[in-house]
Each structure stands twice: as C-alpha cells, then as structure tokens.
T-cell receptor, first 109, second 115 residues
Framework: AQRVTQPEKLLSVFKGAPVELKCNYS??????LFWYVQYSRQRLQLLLR??SRESIKGFTADLNKGETSFHLKKPFAQEEDSAMYYC???????????FGGGTRVLVKP | DVKVTQSSRYLVKRTGEKVFLECVQD?????MFWYRQDPGLGLRLIYF???????EKGDIPEGYSVSREKKERFSLILESASTNQTSMYLC??????????????FGPGTRLTVL
C-alpha cells in the first residue's frame, strides 16, 4: 500500500530564511504528487502538483523518483507562508489521495 | 469557483447518538470524499464515492457509513457516536480522472465533539 511520510511536524524559520519541507513516499507504480496548504481559518487548498512543474507563491517541488521524495522549497520565507502543509500522493489512474501527517510552518518576523 | 459546503462548522453530540454530516458541491463533480483530520495523523480517508449510489471504503471506515443519493450531496453517518470520533471532518470533491482529476476541492470542515 502507498504511504506518505512528512518527518517534520513543525518547522520554525525566520522571515527571509530558506524553508524546505520534506516528503517521502512509498508506491510501486508511477505516482502523481501534490502539496496542499491550509492557512489559519481557511480551507485546505492545492498549492502545487508535480506534473505542472511550476512555482506557486515562490514555492517549488521536484519529484525525485530515485529517492522517492517530493520536497517543497522556498528560498525566502514570508510571514504569510505560516500554515499547515500536506504532501499527498495519487495512484496512477486513480482518484484517491493519500496524505502525509502534515508539517506546520511558522515564519517568525 | 468550486464551492463545497458542509452543513455545520461545529457540532457537539453525546455518546451513542446517531450523527449526520452533510456535504454539498456545486460543480457537478463525480467524486466525493470524507476525511477526518487529526493532529500528527494528517488526513485519513473514511469513505469515497465516484458516482451516485456508489461508495467505497477508505482507510478507516469502521464506525461510519455514507449515503450518496444525488450527485451533489454526500452524507457521512456515525451510527453510534463514540468519544474517539471527536475530530475535524473534511469533505472534498473532484472531477473524474480526465483533465483536472487529482485536484480535490475541500469544504470548510465540521469540528465534531462527542461527549
């Protein structure tokens, strides 16, 4: 069965510092990976997906199939990046998502 | 914009009560999902549905059932609520596997407390 692991429950960084959220997965097929974000008092929403290969709000994520990782990075964190972040995996040709345990990011001024 | 609404933001029930959580989406999505969200455990899938009257168990279906009589509405039922079902419940919907399949749109959540 597929599994998504986010090893850090909490990441605390200062404004302007780089931030990297780790995500590792186990899946035997060819997965699709996502990052979802939940800001305070807002609903969970998609941040980015690996097939788009785009930068959203300064965040990027690269799928590394050799290391089975999909880490989320931003070179200069902003206070508005403080939120809960979830990594998620979708099986090939499936509709379900498997989520990791989440990482809370706190960006201090 | 996709709109997913849930019937209650906060709910307090007693042990043994039957509880209904309702979810409605307005974008004609085929797929609908119920998750519970707990600190440190992330989102865990309870049940999902890919069509009217169709349902499939997720990872933690025990103690729950679902109903999908209309495409836009997906209900989660706790047959006999227990204290370990105290949680945040999230509903989501997504289109079919073609096109934007994979992106799920979430409701605001229902925080259920079982006393």
């Amino acid at each position: 069965a597929q599994r998504v692991t986010q090893p850090e429950k909490l990441l605390s960084v200062f404004k302007g510092a780089p931030v990297e959220l780790k995500c590792n997965y186990s899946y035997s097929g060819s997965p699709e990976l996502f990052w979802y974000v939940q800001y305070s008092r807002q609903r969970l929403q998609l941040l980015l997906r690996h097939i788009s290969r785009e930068s959203i709000k300064g965040f990027t994520a690269d799928l590394n199939k050799g290391e089975t990782s999909f880490h989320l990075k931003k070179p200069f964190a902003q206070e508005e990046d403080s939120a809960m972040y979830y990594c998620a995996l979708r099986e090939a040709a499936g509709n379900k998502l498997t989520f990791g345990g989440g990482t809370r990011v706190l960006v201090k001024p | 914009d996709v709109k997913v609404t849930q019937s209650s933001r906060y709910l307090v029930k007693r042990t043994g009560e039957k509880v209904f959580l309702e979810c409605v989406q307005d974008m004609d999505h085929e797929n609908m999902f119920w998750y519970r969200q707990d600190p440190g455990l992330g989102l865990r899938l309870i049940y999902f549905s890919y069509d009217v009257k169709m349902k499939e168990k997720g990872d933690i279906p025990e103690g729950y059932s679902v109903s999908r009589e209309k495409k836009e509405r997906f209900s989660l039922i706790l047959e006999s609520a227990s204290t370990n079902q105290t949680s945040m419940y999230l509903c989501a919907s997504s289109p079919g596997t073609s096109g934007r399949g994979g992106e799920q749109f979430f409701g605001p959540g229902t925080r259920l407390t079982v006393l």
